[in-house]
């Protein structure tokens, strides 16, 4: 069985129940992370869907390197603590901007064709970088990083890629360390052991009701983390993406903001570049700067900011130029309808980016012994408060690389065993609730925890969050779920895997939208994608991270 193989969709391979390293997530950080783990590892690479489809794939942005000639890591990091707003572990980003040239020249020899200008790599300019610094590969670069790495990944004959693998929960053992995972796969739930486990599952886009995110994106890794009892930090951090396509039947595409570095302009109805009122950089300006921007402007017309959109003017970038650069933005908004070399794009803010995540050090290790964590997922402590454009494709790069070092633990005595016991479906009236709970949830956080928040809807939302979560765990799936013991694999029938991995999904969904609305309600204050309209200013007691392990919720020492 090859790994091409198994990428192509031709013939699935047998769950194996003894790796030395599962990568769950196949992102560009899985990916990465799984090419870079030694060798002479037998590796599970598991994917919830068929490969690709994760965030990764759809990054428009770029790469941001210091390798320019008037550029340099010390104006990277400089950037990119700024963007932070107080909350970066500067010794993190010292090593991501140190390690970028070097990461670029990886991606190179892999054969990731960036766009060039001559002979020389072409860079753009972004929101919050000083100096041009942003690799592309015309707007889908993403998608011609993770093409790259799945090619490479499926010509490595210790990898095994398992796709249509949903993972459930983390398998801890007595001593407290991670010994694998439970899955779901090919219609077996079964205990996957291995000697490092590494989450590589991208954000949680999904648990907002607007969001650029793929449908994957359901905080899986966090939230099978914190069942787990593992550390994690500044959840309530999330960066909203000022212009996404608004259009009543169209996904919420992200319309990168390399198309603002390029000259496009941010206008009302009138065509006034009204994000000069808010901030002196303008359409220019840090994302929740200018999402904040567009939403308070939408307020001030009385239009409701859930709703309604602003405007991209594309015009005044030259159109050869904008068809190079942008191919796939003009596509998809002219399958749309909406020709930007001719009109403006109606935009509005989504969510887009989760700062916080799984707490990591430099080598991605987590507080669990086994754990590691990599991309979107972890919090390495390079973001901060506000992730500075195109730094979240780097970070997997870079991260993912360390995994080179990873530790695993000793060997387990035994291995797992196989027991046929089918899994009852639920009963219909909770799966009917459950859809229900799944429409209802993400429109509760964009209402409570999006671009403006306050302590009374947020409380709100906790409690009723929270009562979904009893009703939840009192399920009659809920309740056969926490009966499987590990070591030992249990059969379902092909409709109740699909079941499986709705109800899963939402089980996900309920505990980050409950970290989430915790993490906001604690930080009484405005900081980076945080902003609390009852505590608009920065306040300097706030200059720590928010913790949060099981149902304990602190803030750290001062950054």
Known sequence: MTNSAAASGTLRPPLSLEFDAIVVGAGAAGLYSALCLPSSLRVGLLTKDDLPLSAS?????????????????TLHVADTLKAGAGLCDEAAVQFLAQQAPACVRSLVKLGVAFDRHRDDLALTLEAAHSRRRVLHAADTTGRAVVSTLSRQVAGRPNITTLSNAFVLDLWIDEAGGCRGVSVLYEGRISWVQARAVVLATGGGGQVFAKTTNPSVSTGDGVAIAARAGVLLRDLEF????????????????????????????????????FAFDYHPDGELAPRDVVSRAIFRYLQSTGADPADSHVWLDCRPIDPEKLKRRFPNILQVCRHWGIDPAQEPIPVAPAAHYWMGGIVTDLG???????????????????????RLASNSLLECLVFGAQLGQLELLPPRP????????????????SLDRLETIRYELPRLVWKSAGICREAGSLQGAIAQVQAWKAWESQSVLAQQMAQLTPIESYTVSSEMAAQLVAWGELRNLL????????SAAFRCESRGGHYRSDCPETRSQWTGHTLIQGEQVWRSEPV
């Open 414 to 429: 035994g291995s797992p065993r196989e027991k046929t016991m089918a899994v009852p479906l639920a009963e219909s009236d």
């Open 511 to 518: 505990e980050v939208a409950e970290l989430i609305l915790k």
């Open 238 to 273: 999330v960066q909203f993406h000022p212009t996404a396509l608004t259009l009543p039947e169209a996904p919420r595409f992200l319309i990168s903001e390399a198309v603002r570095g390029e000259g496009a302009h941010l206008v009302n109805d009138e065509g006034r570049r």
């Open 364 to 386: 991605g290790r987590t507080s669990v012994p086994g754990l590691y964590a990599v991309g979107e997922t972890a919090s390495t402590g390079v973001h901060g408060a506000n």
């Open 57 to 73: 794939d759809w990054a428009q942005g770029g790469i941001a390197a210091a390798i320019a000639p008037d550029d340099s890591p």
